[in-house]
Structures are given as C-alpha cells and as structure tokens.
C-alpha cells in the first residue's frame, strides 16, 4: 500500500496567527513563574492597619491578609448570606462580644464596614483564638470559621486532631475547605511577601 504524502503548507497568515498564538503562550508561561503576577492574583490591601492592627495582637500579619482574602476578597462592603459583614467577615453578635471583651471602640454593626474597625476586631479575634488553642494555628482557623466550641467538641472527641495534615478528617465541609484554603494562601502570602 501506498501512503499518501501529506504536505503541512502554512499560508502567510497561518503563520502570523500561530506565531501569536506561541508568543501568547510564552508570555502566560513567563508571566505565571513571576511574582508580579502572583502578587496581582495574592494582594494585601489596608497594609498598614494590617501591619499595626497584627502587631498590637502579636500574630503574623500574613495571617490576617489570608483570613481577609479568603474571607472577602479585600472587599470591605461584603455581607455574607449568613449576615457576616467587612473584611474579615465578622458575625454582628462575634463584634458585639468582641467589643465587650476588647479596647477596641464600636457602636454598631455598621462599624464593621470600615476596613479600619473590621480588621482591628478581626485580628484580636484570631489572637483570641490562637491563645484558646494554645498557638495551633490549623485549630484557630477552623474555629474562626466553625466556632471555638464545635473545634474544641471535635479535638475532645478525637473527630480530628487539630492539624492541618489530618484536615480532611473536619466533619464539616466548608470549614475543611476554608482551613486549606487559609493555608494555601497563608503559604503563598509568606513566599510572595517575606518581608511584609
């Protein structure tokens, strides 16, 4: 049998489209490997009440940035369905006991808006949080989105561990999912910004 001989002729323009196309391609393959771009999808917003808000609580300010991007994206007007408003997400009755327990000045819901008041209660939430897990980090995450009470009901009852490592083991899926994906960005926040 006799195969027929195929000839691969690219007219002019052929050509230029797929140069563009390879030229494309190498440029997201350049861009993807810098950290331009990573900054440009990871962001920190509201640095510097980032930073002072972090330092005044003692925790990591990269810590907060991955709450805030997980949380809202850096959008300081979200409400959630369930009601948690600002950065940080922050329940009105969560501010409410905040402000109670707390220095920091607020007089309503409305409050939680402003990127300033929202971040300060966040991050002395998650100190708050880190102290009542005695620094475990994967543990104050989950129960910064679980609730301090259901975490500490499942590490009491040996439904999980407290651990990132045995995250999957979280009986509640969005709170598996939110821990990871806090951690993710917690890692990309620390590769991306080492000296934030």
Not at 133 to 141: C, E, K, V, W, Y
Not at 148 to 170: C, F, H, N, P, Y
Not at 183 to 194: A, D, I, M, N, V
Request: avoid cysteine; proline fraction near 5%.
């Amino acid at each position: 049998m006799i195969w027929p001989r195929i000839s691969w002729v690219l007219t002019p323009q052929a050509k230029r489209k797929v140069a563009v196309i390879l030229g494309l391609i190498l440029l997201i393959v350049l861009a993807v490997g810098s950290d331009w771009f990573w900054r440009f999808i990871y962001p920190i917003h509201h640095e510097a009440t980032i930073r002072e808000a972090a330092e005044y609580n003692r925790i990591d300010p990269l810590l907060v940035a991955a709450i805030i991007r997980v949380e809202s994206k850096f959008r300081a007007e979200n409400v959630s369905k369930v009601g948690a408003v600002g950065l940080m997400q922050l329940m009105p009755e969560t501010a409410d006991w905040i402000a109670r327990e707390s220095d920091i000045p607020y007089s309503g819901t409305e409050d939680l808006s402003d990127p300033e008041t929202n971040i300060r209660m966040g991050s002395w939430y998650v100190a708050y949080l880190l102290k009542q897990f005695d620094g475990n980090q994967a543990a104050a995450i989950a129960a910064y989105n679980a609730g301090q009470g259901r975490v500490s009901r499942w590490m009491k009852e040996g439904v999980w561990d407290g651990t990132l490592a045995t995250s999957e083991k979280i009986p509640v899926g969005e709170t598996r999912h939110y821990i990871q994906r806090v951690s993710f960005s917690y890692e990309k926040y620390q590769e991306l910004y080492p000296d934030f």
